[in-house]
């Protein structure tokens, strides 16, 4: 974190956030050097340029041509660490900065968002199951105990859950109105070593994306509940793998408002996926999601900024700092 003009009580000013991290670069179809930076008519390909080192370079250039004698009142970047497996950056910012109250209250996190200002997005719990057995030659399979068979039936019963929740509804399910539920994945299933070994181990790993005001507890909760139903005396573990809260800004906050002024957007915008924002609001941060570039490029090869898009970025940024950090 680094920042440039006074402190103030009030917590205003601005703070200008995003992640450093970047998701693996193993397409086999990459064009050019996925971590060299390349130019391409009217596109900057490269890994992390939309996700989201483009907007990184946006706001470290923002505060380096900042004359800190001109600021009324601070610009901080926070620039976060490990996000695309958890949000652990803000995670532990959250949970061991000292005074973030000592913080601008607005935050923008510069999530690609094709300049588009988003005030929700859900959240990501990861849960993993484990399921025992013991190990024998298939050929005496009494000797054994088949781990993937509880695991089997445990899925079923998870998929009959993820259809119940496909049908209910919650205060912010109008905010996502593609998909207004929590959604259950059944994302990896991994046991057994060979067709003829009884398996000894299986671990189920489940995503869930909830909607504002759901609780990781809660949904674990739910998880635990309906597998303990369908195996019975069956025993099995249930671990938290990671959590992201989902997160909601009122769409009459000040920064929700005036970034849709700047660009001209009328109505509210969410997204799907869980960034930093959900850590950083539940410790009385308002943010608001704004970047250049599309989602839609990230994580896939050939990822790419458009350039005009992190021109008009520019100009966007100029002007808010100017209007909250340095005018009045």
Known sequence: MISAGPEREDRTGLVLSGHMDVVPALEADWHSDPFRLTALDDR????????????????????????????????????TYDEEIGTLGARHFTETWPAPDRLPREVV???PTELRVVHAHKGMLRVRLRFAGRAAHSGF?????????????????????????????SPSSDQFPEVPFAALNVGTIAGGSAANIVPDRCEVDLGIRLLPGMTAELMAGRVRDTVSEALGDEPFTLEQVSFSPPMSTPADAPIHRELCEAVGQQGTDSVMFATDAGWLQGVGFECVLFGPASIKSAHRANEFMPVRELKRGAEVLDALIHRRCVAG
């Open 109 to 111: 996190i510069g999530e």
């Open 44 to 79: 900057l390909v490269g890994r992390g340029a939309a996700d989201m080192k483009g907007f990184l370079a946006l706001a470290a250039n923002r505060l380096a041509a900042l004359d800190p004698s001109a600021l009324r009142r601070p610009v901080v970047l926070l620039f």
């Open 141 to 169: 399979p009494h000797l054994g105990h088949n781990a993937i068979e509880p695991a089997a039936r445990a899925i079923v019963a998870l998929s009959a859950l993820q259809r119940r929740m496909e049908g209910e509804r």
